[in-house]
């Protein structure tokens, strides 16, 4: 049993000092963003400092009620890259229209909006006409069917939406997400460097409504987006997330275009692993995308949160496994269980809770303005605990849901449906 006690203890130790990284990575990246805004930059930065002085002295002020205001540099048009955004649909989202809208309030001269879905009588789609009615002055294109390229249809979507792609800057993004006019210059910004071939971006639960989607808003703002940043100040990151990822097209091409990945479970991923594969920086931008969430069941949160922890251990087993000392609220449980609830094992519980809850806090609040905490924070522990279940529940099998159907997820990631 005192071995036991040892390990538990010391995994708990490890487990404060991850969160207190954790928000020592947030305020860095929060540092870093800040000096980038403060920076004229541009795509062209010589460019611009040869180009007249109107342009660039002037500087747009951006602000929201979730976002400090900031000053962006009023860069000549012309060194902003056209840019095709590219929306897979799959059935309706909440606040879908307004999502929509959000994408044709861009601050950016010249960018094309290609909805698309693979069944041409989708529920997405009817919010994308009355999006192209609404807003006749954006160039948006309107795609439906296709050729099943494989068993990720959102792929094959995608690959189908590019054969419309009219510009060599991309921007994937998926159809819940909500941005600000100041989005596409943001996230732009980074291409300036030649080297990078991928953006993406960190993102936020927002108007999340109801137990579960308040839990998987707190798994996005308190455990997830964190541990990037980590990732990020550490060691860089090598993947990308569906709410961004921003590409050139010359380096879809050379990892093989989206035909490449029809098969695999974890697109996302693999469009930013295989980019750093192929030599090219993935930058994690300074934007968070908010994720409208609104109300969804326990059970559809479950079957998507399995999935991502399945395909996250069948990739990379090692590191997934090790994770566990990050679970400070289960370590803390187990403690008090080990002591037999001797004070000890509680005032362990007590410091880990308090620790748990103050970090978590500081970086929704300050660095990802995030509104899900403190507004949610009794729902933090159960939050912790559910998470602990699925990386427990990562081992016990292979088989995932996604879109109504069954597959078995492989060790790259790869799909094989279960008849």
């Known amino acids: 049993m005192l071995v036991v006690q040892i390990f538990l203890g010391a995994s708990l130790c490890c487990s404060w000092i991850y969160w207190l990284l954790c928000l020592d990575s947030a305020r860095r990246w929060a540092r870093r963003s800040r000096k980038q805004l403060s920076t004229p930059t541009s795509l062209a930065d010589s460019q611009a400092l040869d180009a007249p002085p109107p342009h660039n002295l002037n500087v747009s002020i951006v602000s929201s009620p979730d976002r400090p205001i900031t000053q962006l540099p009023n860069y000549p048009e012309t060194l902003l890259p056209p840019i095709s955004i590219l929306k897979p649909l799959c059935g309706a989202d909440p606040e879908q229209v307004e999502n929509f809208r959000s994408f044709c309030r861009q601050d950016y001269p010249r960018y094309q909006l290609i909805f698309g879905a693979m069944d041409p009588e989708d529920e997405g789609l009817k919010s994308a006409r009355k999006i192209e009615a609404e807003f006749p002055g954006v160039d948006i294109e309107i795609v439906s069917g296709g050729e099943i390229l494989g068993a990720n249809r959102k792929v094959c979507n995608l690959a189908h939406m590019r054969e419309k792609a009219k510009y060599e800057y991309l921007v994937l993004c998926d159809s819940d997400m909500r941005v600000e006019p100041d989005y596409l210059r943001r996230v732009i910004a980074p291409f300036e460097d030649e080297s990078v071939g991928v953006v993406t971006c960190p993102y936020r639960g927002r108007l999340a409504k109801g137990f579960a989607s308040s839990l998987e808003a707190l798994g996005i703002g308190a455990d997830f987006i964190p541990s990037v940043l980590l990732t990020d100040r550490f060691w860089g990151i090598r993947f990308a997330f569906g709410s961004t990822i921003a590409i050139r097209a010359d380096v879809l091409e050379k990892i093989g275009g989206f035909p490449a990945f029809a098969n695999e479970l974890a697109d996302d991923y693999l469009l930013g692993s295989r980019a750093a594969g192929a030599g090219y920086k993935v930058v994690l931008s300074d934007y968070v995308v908010d994720d409208v969430i609104g109300r969804e069941s326990f059970r559809e949160m479950w079957a998507r949160r399995l999935r991502w ?24 449980i187990a403690i008090v269980l080990a002591n037999g609830l001797h004070a000890l094992g509680w005032a362990a519980f007590l410091i880990t809770s308090l620790v748990r809850a103050a970090t978590a806090t500081c970086v929704a609040r300050f660095y990802l303005k995030d509104p899900n905490l403190p507004a949610k924070l009794p729902l933090l522990p159960l939050s912790d ?35």
């Open 309 to 332: 922890a399945r395909t996250t251990r069948a990739m990379h087993p090692g590191p997934v496994f090790a994770s566990v000392v990050t679970f400070g609220i289960p370590l803390a």
């Open 385 to 419: 605990l559910l998470s602990f279940a699925l990386w427990a529940l990562s081992f016990l099998g292979n088989s995932v849901e996604w879109r109504g159907e069954h597959y078995r997820v492989g060790r790259q990631g790869e799909l094989t449906k279960i008849d």
